[in-house]
């Protein structure tokens, strides 16, 4: 009758020669799916720490990321929120790109590449960018879930020079918070007036559209003060007129008009 005591089996096994191909195998095959189970046991265990960390990570980019943005620090200043991320949108569609990090996405890079960016007719091109990226980042500031502001990049062509400048959106989405130009090479001491406290200053608590939805923000020589207009810089006319040219693209049908529709209208995810 067959000894079917296990130990047996084991002691049978373990008297086989050392150089036994038999026993090689059986020990080789032993290592593996002791090994297999161990990291199989380890890898969901230990899942939920790796997602913890992998997250913390990802906010750690995000806020070097922040950080080192010209202009968001002056932006944001004393805001009391307990939440800011950033979020990348699909400018045609006006919805979150959740497979895009980012921490990683370059913004410039996908501007001047015509596989990611569409091209922009004389009619639409009242920023003077030739081409808009499918793809944009916004930064959203959030507290008790209400948002507070949605700051938006923005660039156009302004006299002599591309402007860069973050825009900031109170929650209403129609009150301009803030502008801040970080970058432009205009004509020193005229031009470059448009970096000027003061004249940014005008932008705050201005509206970008009446109560038709018809955009009336813009800058305007000699402006009467009411809810819409900035004054213009004396001196440079071209240089202010591009500001107010960028700010009316991004935020229109072509920049960033569909995402902050579906925002107000509470259509996009918190």
Do not use: C
């Amino acid at each position: 009758m067959a000894d079917l005591n296990p130990l047996s089996w084991w002691r049978r096994f373990l008297a086989l020669p050392n150089d036994s191909s038999a026993k090689t195998f059986l020990v080789a095959f032993l290592v593996a799916s002791v090994s297999a189970v161990a990291v199989a046991v380890t890898a969901v265990s230990l899942k939920p720490r790796q997602m913890e960390n992998v997250e913390r990570a990802r906010q750690q980019r995000m806020a070097e990321m922040l950080a080192s943005v010209p202009g968001m620090a002056d932006i944001l200043g004393e805001v009391d929120a307990d939440t800011l991320e950033t979020r990348i949108v699909d400018l045609t569609a006006g919805i979150y790109e959740d497979d895009v990090d980012p921490a990683s996405f370059v913004a410039a890079a996908a501007a001047t590449d015509p596989a990611r960016s569409v091209a922009l007719s004389k009619e639409q091109d009242i920023a003077g960018i030739g081409r808009r990226p499918d793809l944009a980042p916004v930064h959203i500031v959030r507290r008790d879930e209400e948002t507070l502001l949605v700051v938006l990049p923005a660039y156009g062509t302004g006299y002599q020079s591309t402007i860069r400048a973050y825009l900031a959106l109170e929650g209403d989405l129609n009150t301009i918070a803030a502008i801040s130009i970080y970058e432009q090479g205009e004509t020193p001491g005229l031009g470059s007036r448009i970096t000027d406290t003061e004249w940014q200053a005008q932008w705050a608590g201005k509206k970008v559209a009446d109560e038709a939805g018809e955009m009336r923000i813009g800058v305007v020589r000699d402006a009467s003060g009411n809810a819409y207009e900035v004054d213009g810089i004396t001196g440079a006319t071209r240089s202010s007129l591009g500001v107010s040219n960028l700010v009316r693209f991004w935020l229109g049908a072509d920049g960033f008009g569909p995402f902050l529709d579906n925002l107000r209208e509470g259509r996009l995810p918190r």
